[in-house]
């Protein structure tokens, strides 16, 4: 099959099944989405909200943050994944952020990934939501979803298969497209038990033609 022909097949059935699906990330700022961007590095979404939610209840503003002692950041997400690095960033980001950016998040991908912990996922994570900056952003569940429908190789890096879905999906579509990959792995194509039985893609995809 070609391969607008399968680019055709995928965007039909995302449409159908996800016609309308977003961020997970609850946030009130566009600092609090940066940084809950940031912590849900290798962390669910829940677990991420369940963190953020309170805190930025508890402290809200850049100035009340960054009153806080490293020992107090890390004791609010401490049951996040790599906790203390991410405690070292969250201090990091808010600290940059009034010192360099006059407490605005900033629009512009190199400053934002000037900023600590902020990465290409990251940034791209932050420019499409707030900026509506078209994006590809690449987490797990976009790079799995994407090798099993073979729109990228199985040894392509993140950047690498960042770069074909770019190449491959109108610019226009590619904020929606993030979120409903993102949807479709996280609930449909999951890493284990996929709903394959269920699935209209068994046709185009490799994990399921192998088996
Ligand atoms: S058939 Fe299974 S592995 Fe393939 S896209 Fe559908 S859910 Fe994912």
């Known amino acids: 099959m070609k391969l607008e022909d399968k680019i055709v097949i995928?965007?039909?059935?995302?449409?159908?099944?996800?016609?309308?699906?977003?961020?997970?990330?609850?946030?009130?700022?566009d600092y609090g989405f940066l940084i809950s961007v940031m912590l849900s590095a290798q962390c669910t979404d829940k677990k991420v909200n369940k963190v953020t939610e309170p805190f930025f209840e508890k402290y809200k503003s850049l100035e009340e943050i960054n009153a806080l002692s490293l020992e107090e950041v890390e004791e609010s997400i401490k049951s996040l994944g790599l906790y203390k690095n991410k405690a070292k960033n969250l201090k990091g980001i808010v600290h940059e952020l009034s010192t360099r950016f006059n407490g605005k998040v900033p629009s512009d991908k190199n400053e934002l990934m000037s900023l600590p912990g902020v990465g290409n996922k990251t940034a791209n994570v932050v420019l499409a939501e707030l900026f509506k900056i078209p994006e590809f952003p690449v987490d797990t569940h976009v790079n799995r979803v994407s090798k099993r429908l073979g729109l990228a190789k199985e040894s392509d890096d993140v950047l690498t298969v960042e770069n074909k879905l770019k190449k491959e999906f109108e610019k226009e579509n590619w904020i929606k497209l993030h979120h409903q990959f993102i949807h479709f792995g996280r609930y449909y194509c999951k890493a284990i038990s996929p709903s394959c039985k269920t699935c209209k893609l068994q046709g185009i995809c490799s994990k399921t033609l192998q088996n």
């Open 10 to 29: 995928i965007q039909k059935y995302f449409d159908e099944i996800l016609p309308d699906v977003g961020c997970e990330l609850t946030y009130k700022s």
